[in-house]
T-cell receptor, first 113, second 113 residues
Framework: SQKIEQNSEALNIQEGKTATLTCNYTNYSPAYLQWYRQDPGRGPVFLLLIRENEKEKRKERLKVTFDTTLKQSLFHITASQPADSATYLCALDMSQGDDKIIFGKGTRLHILP | NAGVTQTPKFQVLKTGQSMTLQCAQDMNHNSMYWYRQDPGMGLRLIYYSASEGTTDKGEVPNGYNVSRLNKREFSLRLESAAPSQTSVYFC????????????FGSGTRLTVV
C-alpha cells in the first residue's frame, strides 16, 4: 500500500528565510498531490494541488514541486513569517478512480522571530 | 460563509453510549468524508461517500456507521462508544477533478470515558 513520509516532525526556521518541507511516497505515482495547513484546534486548510504532469506550482510565497522520478514533493515558503507557523500536511490521491486521498502525518513548522 | 459545518464541537460520552456527529456542506460537492485525527497517527479515513446514496469504508471503519442523508449532509454514528474512539473527528467535502482540494470542518473533539 502507499506510504507517505514527511521529512520531520518539527522544523525551526528563522524569520525571513525559506522553509522547505519534504514529502516522500513509496509506491505508485499519484495523479496529484496536495498540501494543507493546519493550525492548533482547527481543521486542515487546502493550499495547493499539483498534478503529475506539472513540475512546479506557485501561489504567492508558496511553491510546490513534484518529482515523480524521486517520488518526492517539496513545499517551499519564501520570506517566512511567524504567522506561517503551523503544521503542514501532504496528501496523495489513492489512484482508485475516486477522490480519496491519504495524508502524511505532517511537519510542525516554527518560524522564529 | 460557504463551507463545512460540524456539530457538536465537543462531546464527552460514557463507554457504551451512542451518539451521532452531524456534518453539512453548502458547496454542492458530491464527495464527503469522515476522518479521525490522533496524535502521532495523522488523519485516517473512516468512511467516504462519493455521492448521495453511496458510502464506502475507509481505513478505520470498525465501530462506526454513516448515513448520506442527502447531497448536503453526511452523519457519523457511534453505536457503542469505546475509549479507543477518543479522538478529533473531521468531516470534509470535495468535488471530483477540482483543483481546490478538500474543504474541512472545524472538527468535533470527542472524549469517551
Amino acid at each position: 500500500s502507499q506510504k507517505i513520509e514527511q521529512n520531520s516532525e518539527a522544523l525551526n526556521i528563522q524569520e525571513g528565510k525559506t522553509a522547505t518541507l519534504t514529502c516522500n511516497y513509496t509506491n505508485y505515482s499519484p495523479a496529484y498531490l496536495q498540501w494543507y495547513r493546519q493550525d492548533p484546534g482547527r481543521g486542515p486548510v487546502f493550499l495547493l494541488l499539483i498534478r503529475e504532469n506539472e513540475k512546479e506550482k506557485r501561489k504567492e510565497r508558496l511553491k510546490v514541486t513534484f518529482d515523480t522520478t524521486l517520488k518526492q514533493s517539496l513545499f517551499h515558503i519564501t520570506a517566512s513569517q511567524p504567522a506561517d507557523s503551523a503544521t503542514y500536511l501532504c496528501a496523495l490521491d489513492m489512484s482508485q478512480g475516486d477522490d480519496k486521498i491519504i495524508f502524511g502525518k505532517g511537519t510542525r513548522l516554527h518560524i522564529l522571530p | 460563509n460557504a463551507g463545512v459545518t460540524q456539530t457538536p464541537k465537543f462531546q464527552v460520552l460514557k463507554t457504551g453510549q451512542s451518539m451521532t456527529l452531524q456534518c453539512a456542506q453548502d458547496m454542492n460537492h458530491n464527495s464527503m468524508y469522515w476522518y479521525r485525527q490522533d496524535p502521532g497517527m495523522g488523519l485516517r479515513l473512516i468512511y467516504y461517500s462519493a455521492s448521495e446514496g453511496t458510502t464506502d469504508k475507509g481505513e478505520v471503519p470498525n465501530g462506526y456507521n454513516v448515513s448520506r442523508l442527502n447531497k448536503r449532509e453526511f452523519s457519523l454514528r457511534l453505536e457503542s462508544a469505546a475509549p479507543s474512539q477518543t479522538s478529533v473527528y473531521f468531516c470534509a467535502s470535495s468535488e471530483r477533478g477540482s483543483n481546490y482540494g478538500y474543504t474541512f470542518g472545524s472538527g468535533t473533539r470527542l472524549t469517551v470515558v
